[in-house]
């Protein structure tokens, strides 16, 4: 299931980040190195790169997945050929980095990047990224149930009215 939930987020990354590098170049702005340096250090301390590591894993894997479903038989090849391929495109990362950081620089000016920047260097920054992923847990646990009893007296309103207008249900 994990596995799924990795390729369907690399698959989503991919298509955002195709779209972004799409774009028109007339509407770019041209970063400065400075403004770049500064965001790649902001991509950097925030780990946001770290929701971008699953996606070469995650599209080798799908493709040898789909070259299984075509030959069980394949799979040690396969195997073989996916551990290289890993070790391969792994500098890859670098490019979608680079992407990442150049968007950064056409959202916020550079003095607004530094600022950023040290918010998350400082303490309360650094509490914030190391608390973030337990709060959006916990988060999304509390609008799971909330949605459930939403759904459930959502239900139980319609059924009432139903029957008020005759539905036998």
Excluded: C
């Excluded at 990442?100 to 303490?123: C, G, M, N, Q």
């Excluded at 914030?128 to 139980?156: C, Y």
């Amino acid at each position: 299931m994990r596995f799924l939930q990795v390729i369907r987020g690399a698959r989503l990354a991919a298509f955002a980040l195709s779209l972004a590098v799409a774009a028109p170049a007339a509407f770019a702005q041209q970063a400065t190195p400075a403004a770049m340096a500064t965001a790649k250090e902001l991509i950097v301390v925030t780990n946001a790169n770290g929701l971008f590591n699953p996606l070469i894993n995650g599209v080798i894997e799908q493709a040898k997945l789909l070259y299984l479903q075509q030959n069980p038989g394949m799979a040690k090849d396969l195997n073989e050929i996916t551990a290289k391929m890993r070790a391969e495109m792994a500098p890859r990362m670098s490019e979608l980095a680079d992407e990442v950081a150049r968007l950064y620089t056409t959202e916020f000016t550079e003095p607004e990047l530094k600022d950023i920047l040290a918010f998350y260097k400082s303490p309360a920054g650094q509490k914030l990224l190391a608390k973030q992923p337990t709060v959006i847990d916990n988060s999304m646990k509390f609008a799971q149930t909330w949605a459930n009893k939403l759904s459930d007296e959502v239900m139980g309103k319609m059924r009432d009215e139903l029957k008020k207008r005759g539905h036998a249900l």
